[in-house]
């Protein structure tokens, strides 16, 4: 049995090391705030102080963390995982992070003889929970197939996209196309509102038509019952729309639509609003 390493126990990592144990894995954990972690304990995650500490008791890390700085600081800092880990090792990053910084992490393993993949995930806290996550992995498709059954443990979509950094690129297109949409849903309720319609009515109809989306079906219902909590927080999706403007301004590709939803979240994050989650767009038309 494969001992799993897993740091960054948030609002989805805990469900995803939930559906781990589920599976008969040691877990080995770490998160900087213990208590976030206190319901995984209590079911049988094994806790550690550091990640340095965590490192030598495990064949598999996985790290799900907010940041790329903190992706690069638990990598590839004097103390980080690729000089703390065991040659032999397999490391995934789910973090959404920067495809270049994938592909250095990448690099750097294989100097250390640590396999890394790249698989960032989508679904919400509600995928987690269900084990329903979609992750994106870059990485060789050795190493892939090696881990793929824990991957499987936590996603019922998990396909490997290419080389280290695909993944990465792969949920900024996610990440694009969701960001117009969150628009598109939140004008649609803040007219219907406006229009005098019945919003949970309204959505009944539009929901199983062409306008129908899997952000419509799922968040739309927390907005109409005023409920912000984040399964994906504000601050988050900025960073990530971020890392997609900074990759499209590489390629020369100019992507209105992702200008237009980030400028508008980021006036909410400087608002205060970023620990809610991608629904409270909505608030952004209440001003």
């Known amino acids: 049995m494969k001992k799993i390493g897993f740091v960054g126990v948030g609002v989805m990592g805990a469900s995803m090391v939930l559906n781990l144990m589920k599976e008969d894995y040691e877990v080995h ?24 500490e965590l490192a030598p008791n495990v064949d598999v ?16 800092a004097e103390d980080g995982f690729l000089k703390t880990l065991r040659s032999g ?7 959404t992070s ?18 890394v993949l790249d698989a960032p995930v989508s679904g919400g806290d509600i995928g987690a929970k269900n ?5 994106m992995v ?12 824990i991957l499987k443990a936590m996603g019922q979509s998990v ?13 900024m297109v996610n990440q694009i196309a969701i960001a117009s949409n969150m628009v598109g849903i939140t004008e649609a309720i803040v007219y219907a509102k406006k229009a005098g319609l019945d919003p949970e009515k309204v959505l009944a109809s539009i929901s199983g038509g062409s306008a129908g ?12 019952k005023g409920d912000f909590s984040p399964g994906f927080f504000i601050k988050h999706f900025v960073k990530d729309m971020r890392i997609a403007l900074d990759e499209a301004k590489k390629m020369n590709l100019e992507l209105p639509g992702l200008v237009l939803a980030e400028s508008m979240y980021q006036q909410l994050e400087e608002a205060g609003f970023g620990d809610n989650g991608t629904q409270a767009l909505i608030k952004f038309y209440e001003k």
């Open 131 to 135: 084990g329903k996550l979609t992750i």
């Open 213 to 224: 989306s899997w952000s419509l079906s799922n968040l739309t219902p927390r907005v109409l």
């Open 29 to 52: 954990i770490y998160t900087r705030t213990k208590s976030k972690a206190d319901a995984v304990i209590e079911a049988g995650a094994i806790w550690h102080e550091t990640p340095q």
């Open 138 to 149: 870059g990485g060789e498709e050795k190493d892939f197939s090696e881990v793929e059954p």
């Open 89 to 95: 090792n397999i490391v995934i990053d789910m973090t």
């Open 98 to 115: 920067s495809p270049n910084l994938a592909k250095q992490i990448s690099e750097e393993g294989k100097k250390a003889g640590i396999a």
């Open 61 to 76: 890390l996985i790290t799900m963390v907010g940041y790329p700085t903190d992706v690069e600081q638990l990598y590839l």
């Open 159 to 171: 396909i490997l996209q290419g080389a280290a950094g695909s993944g990465q690129h792969t949920k």
